[in-house]
Structures are given as C-alpha cells and as structure tokens.
C-alpha cells in the first residue's frame, strides 16, 4: 500500500467494506416469492394445479382413479388421476379425436398419467383411462 492513501486502498472508507445493496436483496425476495406463488397452497396436491390448457370440460370418476378433460378453442387434453386409496400399478390415458389417431400415455408407477394433447378443432373426442386394473370411458364427447 502506498502513504498517499494511509495504508488504505482506495475508494474504501477506513478498510471497511461497504454495505450490501438493498437492490439486491428485493430481488431476492421478489424471486423466493415468485417461486412460493408457483407452488401454491399445498404444492404437493394433484388437485392444486392442472398441466393442460384449457377450461376444464369433463371428469369421469371410477373405481381407482379419475379421467380429466380440458378443451380450448383448438386442443382438447386429458388427463388420468390416481386416487389415494388405490394400489400403485400402472396408469394410462388415451385422447383419440373424431377422424385421428388415439394419442396414448403410460406410467408404470406414480400418482398422474399425461397430459395427452390432440387437435380437437370443430371435433368431438374420446377418452379412456385406466388405474390399477380398473378403467373408464367417456365415448364421442365435447363436439
């Protein structure tokens, strides 16, 4: 260090370091709320959030699990749930518009199976879903 300065470096004020920015910490809370908005109240429920797009259209419930359709203007989704009280096994849903092929997803184990998205403009679809061995359908529906 040089004797101009006093032993100091410059552009301190007497070795201390400066405090820290108040900016930064409001982004940092307005980031930690952020992701607190996006998990929601009880972000580990299968209801707290839907994964399609769309208004919700139709529920089927049976047995094991529950079939969720969701239509907007040119998509139509689906969805299976689990239900709690059901054994683990495997799940599937299918989503076949009118004139289409089906669309099929399948999860060996967990809670939810899909989202399935088909174009389902000016379309009627139709949905099955199945959940530990027992299964539902929805027929032509949302034309």
């Given amino acids: 260090m040089s004797e101009e300065t006093g032993g100091r470096r410059p552009g301190t004020a007497g ?11 409001a982004l940092v809370l307005a980031f930690l709320a952020g992701l607190l908005a996006l ?11 839907s994964v399609c797009q769309g ?6 419930a049976f047995a094991t699990g ?3 359709l ?7 989704c689906a ?12 799940l599937t849903v299918s ?12 999860v060996r184990s967990g809670r939810q199976a899909g989202p399935v998205t088909v174009h389902a403009l ?10 530990a061995g027992r299964s539902a359908a929805t027929g032509w529906t949302l034309c």
């Fill in 15 to 25: 070795g201390t370091r400066a405090p820290a920015r108040p900016l930064v910490h």
């Fill in 39 to 49: 998990a929601g109240p009880g972000g580990s429920s299968a209801e707290a959030a």
């Fill in 55 to 60: 208004r919700p259209a139709r529920t089927v």
């Fill in 66 to 68: 529950e079939l969720r």
């Fill in 70 to 76: 969701y239509r907007n203007r040119q998509y139509a």
């Fill in 79 to 90: 969805l299976v749930v689990g239900r709690r009280t059901a054994p683990p096994g495997k």
């Fill in 95 to 106: 989503l076949q518009p009118r004139g289409g092929r089906a669309a099929v997803v399948t």
């Fill in 122 to 131: 000016n379309r009627c679809v139709r949905a099955s879903a199945t959940a």
